[in-house]
């Protein structure tokens, strides 16, 4: 197995020194054995983990969430089913919040419309709506 720097890691998946040691804190990634001069040394499927993050991350999925998925890889008892489900859950919670962001934006939206925007801020619609709770 081929050893990599934590330097090399964060190049190959492309990310940050501090967002790797970030996941080993967080038990994403393991803390790799050090070399005598105390240099980390990661297997060179680390970059593979690290990428497979970052793309469960862009999909929305949480690290806590991410970290269960990986877990169903390398369990035994791990199925695809239980994959699906999760990704499941996660579409649900993702369409609830694309609807909580379609009700902001006809709220801002209303607020907006709602403003002269001539004035003093302290005359503004907008700022006394969102003050009095008004939306």
């Known amino acids: 197995m081929n050893a990599l720097t934590i330097g090399k890691i964060a190049k190959g998946a492309g990310v940050g020194v501090e967002t790797l040691r970030f996941y080993e804190r967080e038990g994403l990634i393991k803390e790799p054995p050090r070399r005598d001069s105390g240099y980390r040394e990661y297997p060179a499927d680390t970059v593979d983990r690290v990428r497979f993050i970052r793309r469960a991350q862009a999909l929305g999925f949480s690290l806590r969430e991410i970290k269960d998925l990986m877990a169903l890889r390398i369990e035994r008892g791990g199925t695809c089913a239980q994959v699906k489900r999760r990704a499941e859950t996660k579409i649900v919670d993702i369409e609830e919040r694309i609807r ?17 925007s001539s004035g003093l801020g302290s005359e503004c619609p907008l700022l006394d709506a969102l003050e009095d709770g008004r939306q």
């Open 100 to 116: 909580s962001l379609q009700r902001i934006n006809r709220v801002l939206q209303k607020l907006v419309s709602a403003c002269g």
